[in-house]
């Protein structure tokens, strides 16, 4: 996001934003609601300065790539987008979702140390959830699921990021965290 698009939804000046980037300035008291809602951080966060820095640099973990094989379920992941091969077959790399609120997978961070991530699917041999990922700016951690196996996980916390999660039917979903 640039400066000129923040301040266009904050309806300040570009200016501004440039100045609170620069530790010149900080926003009025009255934008921290809404810029909480753009960068999905609470509030508190953003008073204590716990802030997680962009990093827009290539190598970025958030933007692996994800890769299913439809014959053996094998996954496979790249920093970016690559000539994959598994069983004979040329895989593309799956295409991220957003999640809707009551989508499939509820995440809830537990004492500030772990995530706890639960689903209700019913995980058939027909239709599951074949993997959970949670992805920050410097790791990837991904747990492997099977048909049958009830979505219980306990994942330690690691800052920001994303989890996703991918079925044969739904395709590959996220949550930003």
């Avoid at 508190?44 to 053996?72: A, H, Q, W």
């Avoid at 991904?142 to 306990?154: A, D, F, G, N, V």
Wanted: negative net charge; charged residues 30%.
């Amino acid at each position: 996001m640039t400066q000129l698009q923040l301040s266009q939804m904050l309806n300040v000046t570009d200016r501004a934003v440039s100045k609170w980037e620069r530790g010149l300035g900080c926003p009025d008291i009255s934008l921290l609601s809404r810029i909480s809602e753009i960068f999905s951080v609470d509030i508190r966060s953003i008073l204590e300065g716990d802030m997680e820095e962009n990093e827009s640099r290539s190598g970025n973990m958030k933007k692996t790539k994800f890769y299913v094989c439809p014959v053996c379920g094998n996954v496979i992941t790249a920093a970016e987008n690559t000539g994959v091969v598994c069983c004979g077959r040329k895989l593309e790399s799956l295409e991220e979702k957003k999640s809707i609120d009551g989508e499939e997978i509820k995440i809830e961070r537990v004492d500030g140390t772990e995530l706890y991530v639960s689903s209700d699917h019913p995980m058939t041999k027909e239709n599951y959830i074949s993997f959970v990922s949670y992805v920050t700016s410097d790791s990837l951690l991904l747990k492997k699921l099977y048909p049958e196996w009830e979505i219980s996980l306990r994942l330690p916390w690691l800052g920001h990021g994303k989890v996703m999660w991918y079925s044969e039917k739904e395709g590959l979903k996220y949550k930003l965290i």
